[in-house]
């Protein structure tokens, strides 16, 4: 005799209307797991289908991410497992442009390392393997951006919101012969320090984050193709954006990358 009733299956397609929906609108939804009971691999399918609706409206995907990568992020969020998201073109914000405020909930910033891939990278794969398909390194801005209202840490919650992916901006590309393994990172607000970490702080190394993500790509049906970009992960705790202000990142040997804020926050901070 079965002890529980069988769990329904989620359905996925309404969940992501209503994440999607959240994210175009600026206007925060009610957390999934207050009322469905998903699992990791639910949450994935729903992450798909949430960027899946993305592009049916015509954009297009440039690449993936991972998140949770360095302890200052698993500590501001209270978890510790590194998960994979999308990347689309839409998302992409000019390196010296502006960013509107007007269609993110709670916005943030994290300092990243990106990775441009100029070869196809799926399941096992080494750092060193990893580091043969890359084609160009970056220093990154990701904006990230949860779609709940009085959010509370749920795994399931962030994947299916693909991982608060809301932005990135890139700086000047590099030859993949420097080394990325331990370069001091400064976030500037106001071209005031607000955050400062190094790179080692992702996983050790930001190609083992690389690694990772093509495992997890591989894990979770997607596939990291060339000309993508894959951030590795913030190195430092994200930093909330306010209108006005103008965000840099210097990364040690790789340059800058910085856009000025213009407008208002859809909703409060809270
Ligand atoms: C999840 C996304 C985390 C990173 O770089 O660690 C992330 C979140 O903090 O909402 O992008
Ligand atoms: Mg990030």
């Not at 206007?27 to 639910?42: G, K, R, V």
């Not at 992450?47 to 302890?71: C, F, I, N, W, Y």
Request: net charge neutral.
């Amino acid at each position: 005799m079965a002890r529980a009733a069988r769990r329904a299956a989620p359905d996925i397609a309404r969940l992501a209307r209503l994440l999607d929906d959240a994210a175009r609108t600026g206007i925060p939804i009610p957390q999934l797991a207050a009322t469905e009971t998903l699992n990791l691999d639910d949450a994935y399918k729903l992450q798909a289908a949430v960027v899946e609706r993305r592009l049916d409206r015509g954009d297009e995907r440039s690449g993936a991410k991972m998140g949770l990568t360095s302890r200052a992020k698993a500590a501001q969020m209270g978890v510790a497992e590194p998960i994979y998201a999308r990347l689309t073109r839409g998302m992409l914000i000019d390196d010296g442009g502006a960013l509107a405020l007007a269609a993110y909930v709670r916005p943030k910033v994290e300092c990243e390392i990106a990775f441009l891939l100029k070869a196809p990278l799926a399941g096992r794969v080494s750092p060193a393997q990893a580091m043969t398909a890359v084609e160009a390194i970056a220093p990154a801005i990701e904006v990230i951006d949860s779609r709940y209202r009085d959010f509370k840490f749920s795994l399931t919650d962030v994947v299916a919101d693909n991982a608060s992916a809301a932005g990135y901006a890139i700086g000047p590309w590099h030859r993949p012969d420097c080394d990325v393994g331990n370069l001091g990172m400064v976030l500037e607000f106001d071209g005031r320090p607000v955050q400062i970490g190094s790179s080692a702080a992702i996983l050790g190394h930001p190609l083992r984050s690389l690694a990772m993500a093509a495992r997890l790509a591989a894990a979770t049906g997607d596939r990291l193709e060339p000309g993508f970009v894959i951030l590795a992960g913030s190195a430092t705790a994200a930093e909330s954006l306010r209108p006005g202000v103008s965000v840099r990142l210097a990364v040690e040997q790789l340059g800058c990358v910085g856009f000025r804020v213009a407008g208002q926050a859809a909703q409060q901070q809270q």
